[in-house]
């Protein structure tokens, strides 16, 4: 089981300890199930404001660790959630995954810790999750940052071939550090590498290497097919909270691309072509470009995010 509180090197001086996570257990789909979180509290005069961090696919709380900082230390509540699915939380064999649930899920862990509107940022797979959070729950939505989101476009519709659960979950189970490596290194980072992406790379290939190896393999098969056949991209218009977009330019990541006719392979993941739509087709949203950065600009490039961070949430000077 892959750890919430893993750390990363920075290039600047270490962001505090993430503390220990907490459980949130409740009932969902006739079990009972444990969701990993964490609940890290203002590190500067409380401003009576929450942010919620969603995770990525591939990452787990620990790599938003220098961004809790970053807005604990500006006066928020920051609570960061481990999906059903993903790292300390449980991954059930049975589970009908979605994006609508997996809002559900979040929305009930804010009921129980009292937490009525909240900020939202969210990467890569949270991005598409904060969007659907927002449609479900505006009321409860102050907020969205969405940092290099996938579901910008429509995979399917755009010619990107369907797989199975279980053509992808035999592919989950191949997965390695260097299948890890190469696929990110691709898609991330335009062919960059270094330490604290390798550090990400690796974390991830220990959890398929565990103990849970097989159980989150089946589920990462289960998200990759709610990524796949649930797009948000097509209710852009909808979304009525203020919005802002952080896009890395050098970004490529797609589904589907892998089995995709080589013309079609080729015009998937146009990070600075989607980003530039979805920001005219989200009403008021704000784009902010981050040319030389990939998938995870937090990460590549720490003290640019955190930057546009605060300007995001109004915080900078």
């Given at each position: 089981?892959?750890?919430?509180?893993?750390?990363?090197p920075?290039?600047?001086?270490?962001?505090?300890?993430?503390?220990?996570?907490?459980?949130?257990?409740?009932?969902?789909?006739?079990?009972?199930?444990?969701?990993?979180y964490?609940?890290?509290?203002?590190?500067?005069?409380?401003?009576?404001?929450?942010?919620?961090?969603?995770?990525?696919?591939?990452?787990?709380?620990?790599?938003?660790?220098?961004?809790?900082?970053?807005?604990?230390?500006?006066?928020?509540?920051?609570?960061?959630?481990?999906?059903?699915?993903?790292?300390?939380?449980?991954?059930?064999?049975r589970?009908?995954?979605?994006?609508?649930?997996?809002?559900?899920?979040?929305?009930?862990?804010?009921?129980?810790?009292?937490?009525?509107?909240?900020?939202?940022?969210?990467?890569?797979?949270?991005?598409?999750?904060?969007?659907?959070?927002?449609?479900?729950?505006?009321?409860?939505?102050?907020?969205?940052?969405?940092?290099?989101?996938?579901?910008?476009?429509?995979?399917?519709a755009?010619?990107?071939?369907?797989?199975?659960?279980?053509?992808?979950?035999?592919?989950?189970?191949?997965?390695?550090?260097?299948s890890?490596?190469?696929?990110?290194?691709a898609?991330?980072?335009?062919?960059?590498?270094?330490?604290?992406?390798?550090?990400?790379?690796?974390?991830?290939?220990?959890?398929?290497?565990?103990?849970?190896?097989?159980?989150?393999?089946?589920?990462?098969?289960?998200?990759?097919?709610?990524i796949?056949?649930?797009?948000?991209?097509?209710?852009?218009?909808?979304?009525?909270?203020?919005?802002t977009?952080?896009?890395?330019?050098?970004?490529?990541?797609?589904?589907?691309r892998?089995?995709?006719?080589?013309?079609?392979?080729?015009a998937?993941?146009?990070?600075?072509?989607l980003?530039?739509?979805?920001?005219?087709?989200?009403?008021?949203?704000?784009?902010?470009?981050?040319?030389?950065?990939?998938?995870?600009?937090?990460?590549?490039?720490?003290?640019r995010?955190?930057?546009?961070?605060?300007?995001?949430?109004?915080?900078a000077?």
């Amino acid at each position: 089981m892959l750890a919430a509180v893993l750390t990363l090197p920075a290039p600047a001086a270490d962001p505090p300890a993430l503390p220990a996570p907490a459980t949130f257990r409740f009932e969902s789909q006739r079990q009972s199930l444990a969701m990993s979180y964490l609940d890290i509290a203002p590190a500067a005069p409380a401003k009576g404001r929450t942010a919620v961090l969603l995770h990525g696919k591939n990452f787990c709380a620990g790599y938003w660790q220098d961004t809790a900082a970053t807005l604990a230390g500006h006066g928020f509540r920051v609570i960061v959630p481990e999906q059903i699915g993903f790292c300390g939380s449980d991954k059930p064999e049975r589970y009908q995954f979605s994006l609508h649930q997996l809002a559900a899920n979040t929305q009930a862990l804010l009921d129980r810790l009292g937490i009525e509107r909240a900020e939202l940022v969210g990467h890569s797979m949270g991005g598409m999750l904060a969007l659907r959070f927002a449609l479900l729950y505006p009321q409860r939505t102050a907020r969205l940052v969405l940092v290099n989101p996938i579901g910008l476009e429509d995979w399917k519709a755009k010619g990107a071939p369907y797989r199975t659960i279980d053509a992808a979950y035999a592919a989950e189970l191949e997965s390695s550090y260097e299948s890890i490596a190469r696929y990110q290194r691709a898609n991330y980072y335009d062919g960059d590498w270094t330490p604290a992406y390798e550090a990400l790379a690796r974390q991830l290939a220990a959890v398929y290497a565990g103990p849970d190896g097989k159980a989150y393999a089946w589920n990462a098969a289960l998200t990759a097919d709610m990524i796949y056949t649930q797009p948000v991209v097509h209710e852009f218009e909808r979304i009525a909270v203020p919005t802002t977009l952080i896009i890395g330019q050098r970004d490529r990541t797609a589904i589907g691309r892998e089995g995709a006719p080589k013309a079609v392979a080729d015009a998937l993941g146009d990070y600075p072509a989607l980003g530039r739509d979805a920001a005219r087709r989200i009403p008021g949203a704000r784009l902010i470009e981050l040319p030389g950065l990939g998938h995870l600009p937090q990460i590549e490039a720490p003290d640019r995010f955190r930057a546009e961070l605060l300007k995001a949430f109004e915080l900078a000077r």
